[in-house]
């Protein structure tokens, strides 16, 4: 089974927002291709208030309509996180070789646009305007836990 790792930053530092920015770069670390359509990402928050969200791929170096993103809750609910944003990929993604990487720039938002407050989310990073080695979110490949820490 493959290995990955995430390096992440938020793009967005600002602790009360109602987008939530995420650019995100996940590099295949094992010795054998990876089938993206087996990879999931999640990203842990609080939603603050019960709303609708969208999510929604504004550009991936394997092409935006190839990522995919869905909601889901954290149970039971933990320090900083109630909620994930789950990032997938389409068949049509393709292979990820190794030493290869695939870079995306997502953002979710609730759909009356109601703000957002990441100062106690469980994946925020507020510190940084360039990639760090990210292990607040989390990496799954079919299925199993492959990078990271869950809250």
């Keep these: 089974m493959g290995s990955v790792k995430v390096r992440f930053y938020n793009n967005n530092t600002l602790s009360e ?3 939530i ?3 995100i770069n996940v590099i295949n670390t094992g010795n054998a291709p990876l089938d993206l359509s087996d990879l999931k990402l999640r990203y842990y928050y609080t939603i603050d208030s019960e709303s609708e969200q969208r999510f ?4 991936s170096s394997i ?3 190839n990522v995919t993103g ?3 809750k954290v149970n039971p609910s933990r320090n900083g996180a109630d909620t994930y944003v789950e990032i997938g990929f389409t068949k049509e993604a393709g292979m990820l070789q190794p030493g290869e990487s695939v870079e995306l720039n997502a953002r ?3 759909t009356d646009n109601t703000q957002y407050n990441k100062a106690d989310d469980y994946s925020f990073n507020s510190h940084y305007y360039e990639y760090v080695d990210w292990d607040r979110i989390t990496a799954y490949i079919s299925g199993i836990l492959k990078w990271g820490r869950e809250p």
């Design 56 to 59: 929604n791929c504004d550009w």
């Design 21 to 23: 920015y995420m650019r």
């Design 63 to 65: 092409g935006a309509h």
């Design 70 to 72: 869905s909601f889901g």
């Design 17 to 19: 927002t109602g987008v």
């Design 108 to 110: 979710f938002s609730k």
